[in-house]
């Protein structure tokens, strides 16, 4: 069943708004304001030495972040002087090969040591765990080519690919 709306006239609402205000109020914000502090004294305060102890891990958090940002500033570094280093060397000994390859006098000397240090290298490279490794192994495809040029000049008989451009 429905409720009917309450009739009131203007002066008995306006009679009950002023009752409220000078009687209920009051009392109202009186219980809020005990509750409010009834509530804070309930909660311990913070220790002192918390706030200290924050303040401290935030600046040594502030320290690593700028830390963690140069080192990864010098790896960035190191990573660009690593790469320019290893084509350089691959350059270098592609310029060898190739100057040996022009000399048929030259083909059969030295086949004791080329071949271990091909191996060592390529091992080398294998095993890579760094942050250069990708760079690494995209250098592997031309040592690969260097070592069939290089059982080319042993005498192996491999077919001669041809050189990559530096």
Same mark, same amino acid.
Request: hydrophobic share 50%.
């Given at each position: 069943?429905?409720?009917?709306?309450? $009739?009131?006239?203007? %002066? %008995?609402?306006? !009679? +009950?708004? &002023? !009752? !409220?205000?000078?009687?209920?109020?009051?009392?109202?914000?009186?219980? #809020?304001?005990?509750?409010?502090?009834?509530?804070?004294? /309930?909660? @311990?305060?913070?220790?002192?030495?918390?706030?200290? $102890?924050?303040?401290?891990?935030?600046?040594?958090?502030?320290?690593?972040? /700028?830390?963690?940002?140069?080192?990864?500033?010098?790896?960035?570094?190191?990573? $660009?002087?690593?790469? =320019?280093? *290893?084509? &350089?060397?691959?350059?270098?000994?592609?310029?060898?090969?190739?100057? *040996?390859?022009?000399? @048929?006098?030259?083909?059969?000397?030295?086949? #004791?040591? *080329?071949?271990?240090?091909?191996?060592?290298?390529?091992?080398? +490279?294998?095993?890579? =765990?760094? #942050?250069?490794? =990708?760079?690494?192994? #995209?250098?592997?495809?031309?040592?690969?080519? +260097?070592?069939?040029?290089?059982?080319?000049?042993?005498? *192996?008989?491999?077919? +001669? @690919?041809?050189?990559?451009?530096?």
């Amino acid at each position: 069943m429905a409720k009917a709306a309450m $009739q009131v006239t203007p %002066e %008995e609402a306006r !009679f +009950l708004r &002023r !009752f !409220f205000r000078l009687q209920a109020l009051p009392w109202m914000v009186a219980f #809020s304001i005990v509750a409010i502090v009834a509530a804070r004294m /309930a909660v @311990p305060a913070a220790d002192p030495g918390l706030q200290m $102890q924050v303040a401290e891990a935030k600046a040594v958090m502030l320290a690593i972040r /700028a830390e963690n940002a140069a080192l990864r500033t010098e790896l960035d570094a190191v990573g $660009q002087r690593i790469q =320019t280093a *290893v084509d &350089r060397r691959l350059a270098a000994v592609e310029g060898r090969v190739a100057a *040996v390859e022009k000399r @048929p006098s030259a083909r059969a000397k030295d086949d #004791s040591a *080329v071949g271990p240090r091909i191996a060592r290298l390529e091992e080398r +490279l294998a095993s890579a =765990t760094t #942050s250069q490794e =990708t760079v690494t192994r #995209s250098n592997l495809s031309r040592l690969k080519d +260097l070592e069939v040029r290089m059982q080319h000049l042993e005498g *192996v008989g491999a077919t +001669l @690919p041809a050189a990559p451009a530096p």
